[in-house]
Antibody, heavy 115, light 105 residues
Framework: EVQLVESGGGLVQPGGSLRLSCAAS????????MNWVRQAPGKGLEWVSY????????YYADSVKGRFTISRDNAKNSLYLQMNSLRAEDTAVYYC????????WGQGTLVTVSS | SYELTQPPSVSVSPGQTARITCSGD??????AYWYQQKSGQAPVLVIY???KRPSGIPERFSGSSSGTMATLTISGAQVEDEADYYC????????FGGGTKLTVL
């Protein structure tokens, strides 16, 4: 069964940092592009970042460019999102999703940025 | 970056056909994808590459695209189809539509 499990969310103060992880299983992780998508409370979906299967190509939404860093470890079947200089508006559930088609999604991890 | 525009809400009675539109200037050149999100759950892909249906998705879900508009059609909508639906497209970056709340009652 294909499965994605996010972790690392929590409460952080404005200006702080957090590192999210996404553990993949049930498929050949190294063969797939991956994405991070977020959803603020009561709001719609927002694409955050993309990484190619090898990690050589990376894209970011303008809203996080320069503050967030996506990476992956194919040997550990894991995807990461390093989030620095966090703002209140970064408060959201963060999902990892496989492939350009965003299928499937993990269950999400909640990041709350508040003092 | 470009935008995708969806109606905020669509309402149908059970058994009727629901159509949810998604408009965007990039759609003539890029595929549209559709996701269903039920309350408290992660999104699920229901249509990919404009009109393809993933395995396990009921046949009543279909998609089409023409010009700057993509459409998700639910033929014979069921009460369990009540959810938020999002369109999505991607080039070097991804963009979602604002989402459409489908009410079936």
């Amino acid at each position: 069964e294909v499965q994605l499990v996010e972790s690392g969310g929590g409460l952080v103060q404005p200006g702080g940092s957090l590192r999210l992880s996404c553990a993949a299983s049930g498929f050949t992780f190294s063969s797939y592009e991956m994405n991070w998508v977020r959803q603020a409370p009561g709001k719609g979906l927002e694409w955050v970042s993309y990484i190619s299967s090898s990690g050589s190509t990376i894209y970011y939404a303008d809203s996080v460019k320069g503050r967030f860093t996506i990476s992956r470890d194919n040997a550990k079947n894991s995807l990461y999102l390093q989030m620095n200089s966090l703002r209140a508006e970064d408060t959201a559930v963060y999902y990892c999703a496989r492939d350009i088609s965003l299928d499937p999604w993990g269950q999400g991890t909640l990041v709350t940025v508040s003092s | 970056s470009y935008e995708l525009t969806q109606p905020p809400s669509v309402s149908v009675s059970p058994g009727q056909t629901a159509r949810i539109t998604c408009s965007g200037d990039a759609l003539p050149k890029k595929y549209a994808y559709w996701y269903q999100q039920k309350s408290g759950q992660a999104p699920v892909l229901v249509i990919y590459e404009d009109s393809k249906r993933p395995s396990g998705i009921p046949e009543r879900f279909s998609g089409s695209s023409s010009g700057t508009m993509a459409t998700l059609t639910i033929s014979g909508a069921q009460v369990e189809d009540e959810a938020d639906y999002y369109c999505y497209s991607t080039d070097s970056s991804g963009v979602f539509g604002g989402g459409t709340k489908l009410t079936v009652l």
